[in-house]
């Protein structure tokens, strides 16, 4: 594995792809839909007059106590890159979070903020790691399938208003087929 000093994620893409239990999967089948209905009810000639809040998550990730060692075991497995820093902000601002790390997989990476040892919130970026797609895709479908199997969760992609079944890879893989490749 390769350790490349740090990354960077902007702060609108904090958990815009994220990992939940799975008890939430009836909650965010119904959020998904709901800035779709906004942005229709809320349309102007100027633009849009309203802005949509997600509700804060049913039940949160901290409580099926993910222990950040184990949580990083099943990562360290099939990613290619590590990241100890990793920094967020906007345009030329960079701030260090202490709590957070990532793990890349050539194109996509998993962050995860965590605190005294247990996992928070988990999600999924893109960042252009390598110029190439090689075997990572699916390592990345795997460790995204591991993760489910392990810790019963699903993947929220709130930008396309997808819920995704992590217990399957071959419904992982269609989500990367059509929408993330």
């Known amino acids: 594995m390769n350790n490349i000093d740090s990354i960077f994620f902007h702060e609108d893409d904090y958990c815009q792809i994220e990992l939940l239990p799975l008890v939430n999967l009836l909650a965010n089948l119904n959020e998904v839909d709901n800035p779709i209905y906004l942005a229709q009810e809320n349309h102007t000639s100027f633009g849009f007059s309203g802005l949509y809040n997600k509700d804060a998550t049913v039940i949160s990730?901290?409580?099926?106590?993910?222990?950040?060692?184990?949580?990083?075991?099943?990562?360290?497995?099939?990613?290619?890159?590590?990241?100890?820093?990793?920094?967020?902000?906007?345009?030329?601002?960079?701030?260090?979070?202490?709590?957070?790390?990532?793990?890349?997989?050539?194109?996509?990476?998993?962050?995860?903020?965590?605190?005294?040892?247990?996992?928070?919130?988990?999600?999924?970026?893109?960042?252009?790691?390598?110029?190439?797609?090689?075997?990572?895709p699916q390592k990345l479908i795997n460790s995204l399938n591991e993760l489910g199997l392990a810790y019963n969760l699903i993947l929220t992609d709130w930008i396309e208003n997808i819920t995704v079944n992590l217990k399957s890879t071959h419904i992982i893989s269609n989500y990367f087929k059509e929408v993330l490749l």
């Open 61 to 136: 990730l901290s409580v099926l106590n993910i222990f950040l060692d184990d949580f990083e075991k099943i990562l360290r497995k099939n990613a290619l890159f590590c990241f100890k820093k990793v920094y967020t902000g906007y345009s030329s601002e960079r701030i260090l979070k202490d709590n957070i790390g990532a793990f890349g997989f050539e194109n996509y990476v998993i962050y995860y903020k965590h605190e005294n040892g247990i996992i928070l919130t988990i999600w999924l970026g893109f960042s252009p790691l390598l110029d190439t797609l090689k075997v990572y």
